[in-house]
């Protein structure tokens, strides 16, 4: 198998070991706060916010650092990284013994974390041009199918062996994954030498002077506020239009049926996007779920839900793959890693961001206008492609198809 191919097919089952065992403990990680102590309604709620939060917090801060290592030593290096630390954080956590130790191992796994960006960075940087947005597609499925797979199995293994084991399970599949990318995965990898000592601030700047990176951010951050904005709150509308002795049952498949779309169409949108240009994907893909986020706000049974978040999963499988093929494209030579580092601090961002100001939409408007809040976001988002994007990217991928069909006449 050529060498980018068995790269990707590796980081994919990786991804998916990977994301499964992280999105185990989801379920149950506020009944397992309760068991450290905590059993106040009140406090509870405030606890298992603020956990679940500090991991994005240290990861969004830490992200352009380890960027910046990964254009320095290598992607793969980053992957190992991250993979080995925190298969190590997550069996401590089975050790916690209060909410306050739970809290500093969720904020360390955020400081180490970063696999799933490095395996972005890999693939993007070692798969031919021509194939980046079939490859980051694919490897999107991966992340996906771990995302509908880990709460369902760590629930099931939480019923059976107790919430500690949970923590020693996920870290073996972590260590596992990260094992089988030790051995397996070749990175083809030559440091670009630089003489001067850059801040991340002068990086920063020297990065998005390149146009339309600071665009391509603010749509990537735009995208996870306005997705992260409603699914931690679907539960809520899910027990408007249900019986409480289902609420439990169709919440779940009103998340898992937007995820099973989402990996369904990820390959194919991403083979699209080196086809026809991943901007039109990325503008066709973002305003399907707006529009369709709309009829939402109207329902008044389950399965028109289900229906219209299954639609959403579709379209939701062109966005963040296009985005990081953009990324590619335009990302300065030598310092792909930290191009993509900034912008998962924009991804990380969004996805603190959104669930808050979800919540304080919801208590002022309801959750139906929430569907609403989140379309004119996403309507917004899809000018700013238009306008900031779409001139660049359009030239670049001209010159690439043109580049190609030199290569291939020669």
């Known amino acids: 198998m050529v060498s980018w191919k068995r790269n990707l097919w590796i ?11 992280m999105t185990m403990i989801i379920p149950f990680l506020p009944l397992y706060i309760q068991e450290l102590g905590v059993t106040n309604p009140n406090t509870l709620s405030i606890w298992a916010g603020v956990i679940f939060g500090a991991n994005f917090l240290t990861a969004f801060l830490f992200s352009p650092f380890w960027g910046r290592m990964a254009d320095k030593y290598g992607r793969k290096m980053m992957i190992l990284r991250s993979g080995f630390g925190m298969a190590l954080i997550i069996s401590l956590t089975g ?27 890999l693939i993007s940087t070692n798969t031919p041009k021509e ?25 099931l293994l939480a019923q059976s062996f107790g919430f500690r084991m949970v923590f020693f399970i996920t870290g073996m599949c972590i260590l596992l994954a990260t094992i089988v990318v030790l051995i397996f995965v070749k990175e083809q990898f030559t440091p670009v030498q630089s003489k001067e000592k850059t801040s991340t601030l002068q990086e920063f700047k020297m990065i998005t002077s390149r146009k339309p990176v600071l665009s391509l951010y603010v749509v990537i951050f735009l995208i996870q506020f306005a997705v992260m904005g409603v699914n931690p709150l679907l539960s809520l509308f899910v027990e408007e239009l249900t019986s409480p002795a289902t609420v439990a049952f169709y919440a779940g498949v009103v998340i ?42 109207f329902v008044t049974d389950i399965w028109q839900l289900i229906i219209l978040r299954f639609i959403i999963g579709l379209c939701l499988g062109g966005l963040l793959p296009a985005v990081n093929t953009l990324i590619r494209m335009h990302a300065p030579s030598g310092m792909e890693s930290r191009t993509y580092g900034f912008s998962n601090s924009a991804m990380y961002l969004g996805t603190m961001i959104g669930p808050i100001l979800g919540g304080l939409i919801v208590s002022s408007i309801g959750i139906r206008g929430l569907f609403f809040a989140c379309a004119v976001v ?5 000018m700013i492609v238009k306008i900031k994007v779409l001139p660049t990217a359009n030239k670049v991928f001209d010159q690439e198809k043109l580049r190609q069909k030199k290569e291939n006449v020669v």
Do not use: E
């Not at 194939?131 to 629930?155: D, E, F, M, T």
């Open 11 to 21: 980081l994919v089952v990786s991804q998916f070991l990977v994301i499964s065992a």
């Open 95 to 121: 050790f916690a013994a209060g909410p306050v130790t739970l809290l500093l191992l969720r904020l360390l796994n955020g400081v180490v974390s970063g696999f799933i960006p490095a395996s972005i960075g």
């Open 131 to 155: 194939r980046v947005g079939y490859a980051l597609g694919l490897l999107q499925s991966g992340s996906v199918s771990g995302a509908i797979c880990g709460p369902l199995i760590g629930g």
């Open 256 to 297: 898992s049926v937007m995820g099973f779309a989402n990996m369904l169409t990820a390959p194919q949108l991403g083979k699209l996007s080196d086809k026809k240009g991943a901007q039109h994907v990325l503008i066709y893909s973002m305003l399907g779920v707006a529009l369709f986020s709309i009829p939402q706000a």
């Open 378 to 382: 996403l309507l917004v988002n899809v």
